[in-house]
Every structure is written in C-alpha cells, then in structure tokens.
C-alpha cells in the first residue's frame, strides 16, 4: 500500500513556472515507477509524464516535451514536476500515481496508487 500526497499547485500567470511534489509513504516507494496525469474540467485523465524506478529513465507528453521535468528522490520518498513557460491549456488538476508492474505506462489504468490532485490555473 501506497499513500501519495500531492502540493505546490496553484495560480500562476502563463509563461510562469510551478513546482509540484508528491509525497510517498512506505518504505517500498523505489519499487514503483511513478507517473503525473492532469485532469481538466469535463475531459480525461490525461498523461504528462513518467520516470522509472531508478529515475534514469523519463517520459513525457509532446505537449510538455521541453517545458516539465519530472524527477524522484528515492531517499526521500518524493517525486516532482517541474513546470515551466507555463501555458493557460495547462490548466488542470494534476494527480501522481504509483504503478508496481509496468514503467513510463501512459494509461491510468496501469497505476495502481493515486493522490488526491492538486490544482494548477495558469491565467492568460
């Protein structure tokens, strides 16, 4: 069992950049690879980005490709999005998510563990 807890959304003007973190409990957090999914009002669950269990490995969505860097701390049991020349179509809530089987899984279906989502508002 894996509890995750999101921070850092926020309000921000476009071309803003915000930090979200995730928390994770249990001592088993590098044995999961760890996916960020956004979710705007009235459409899916989207993906954003991946990292591996080591972190060596990174996946993105084209959209985000250039502006997001995701990263874990595996001694500290977090993992962040860095997102920056932020965009008004970033807008969304945006979720972490544990997966134990598969790594850089773009369907939510994959993952096993959700947090709660944080709110990120980019305004024009």
């Known amino acids: 069992q894996v509890q995750l807890v999101e921070s850092g959304g926020g309000l921000v003007q476009a071309g803003g950049s915000l930090r979200l973190s995730c928390a994770a409990s249990?001592?088993?957090?590098?044995?999961?690879?760890m996916g960020w999914f956004r979710q705007a009002p009235g459409k899916e669950r989207d993906f954003v980005a991946a990292?591996?269990?080591?972190?060596?490995?990174?996946y993105y969505t084209d959209s985000v490709k250039g502006r997001f860097t995701v990263s874990r701390d595996n001694a500290k049991n977090t993992v962040s999005l860095q997102m920056n020349s932020l965009k008004p179509e970033d807008t969304a809530v945006y979720y972490c998510?544990?997966?134990?089987?598969?790594?850089?899984?773009?369907?939510?279906?994959?993952?096993?563990?959700w947090g709660q989502g944080t709110q990120v508002t980019v305004s024009s």
């Open positions: 249990g001592r088993t957090f590098s044995t999961y690879a």
């Open positions: 990292i591996s269990r080591s972190g060596i490995t990174t």
């Open positions: 998510a544990a997966e134990r089987y598969y790594s850089g899984s773009r369907s939510p279906t994959q993952y096993d563990y």
